[in-house]
């Protein structure tokens, strides 16, 4: 094959790439600066162009805490979008929610799955009361540190002081990559904030990406 012809057919190669993103309808860009790379389906998916590397990073949510510190800020997650947007932004193959465990609520367990969660109970305690105690922290740390050497690094989805051990331990080996808290960062523990600040991102600052809307 002449350099002539061969030159030829990569221009022709460009020419249909270039059709293909032009006429391509589906998708819409974002104007976030950090979040480049993204591009968002009307049909609630998130594709991500120009990753090379790929590691096997795992995401550990105590996921009834998150879900009850973001309600009490009147939104809701969109747990489809979040799971994407950890795959996508933080490659992470893997994202394990802890939660306690009610049999009423097990059509929100399915969901969860369809969306990509994988699920960990725990057994709750009902008190006369009517509150549900059901804490997760010590599946979690346990989870993370049993099967450390099967992930590059660990995205801790959780901000009770209860999790300062795991976030110190992680980052003592180099394996923490990010901490999501469910709080503003100045309300997140001060004892994670001392250890480990520069790992912290508030989930509210993803919220214009993750919330959910009718």
Not at 71 to 80: D, E, F, H, Q, V
Not at 86 to 91: A, G, I, R
Request: hydrophobic share 40%.
């Amino acid at each position: 094959m002449t350099v002539e012809i061969l030159c030829n057919k990569i221009k022709k190669i460009k020419s249909k790439t270039l059709i293909f993103f032009i006429m391509e309808p589906k998708y819409i860009s974002t104007a976030t600066v950090n979040l480049q790379g993204f591009r968002f389906q009307q049909n609630n998916t998130i594709a991500n162009y120009g990753t090379s590397t790929r590691e096997r990073n795992w995401a550990f949510l105590d996921m009834q805490n998150l879900y009850k510190e973001v309600s009490k800020r009147n939104w809701k997650i969109n747990w489809k979008i979040f799971r994407q947007y950890l795959e996508k932004k933080y490659n992470v193959t893997k994202a394990i929610g802890f939660l306690g465990y009610m049999k009423e609520n097990e059509h929100v367990y399915q969901f969860l799955k369809r969306a990509g969660f994988i699920l960990e109970f725990r057994m709750v305690n009902r008190l006369k009361n009517g509150e549900v105690k059901g804490n997760v922290d010590v599946d979690l740390v346990a989870y993370a540190l049993n099967n450390i050497n099967d992930y590059n690094k660990a995205i801790i989805i959780a901000d009770d002081c209860d999790y300062c051990g795991i976030i110190n331990n992680l980052k003592m080996q180099n394996k923490l990559s990010l901490i999501i808290s469910s709080h503003s960062k100045n309300k997140t523990s001060n004892l994670i904030k001392r250890i480990a600040s520069e790992f912290i991102l508030s989930i509210d600052s993803i919220r214009h990406i993750i919330e959910y809307k009718k």
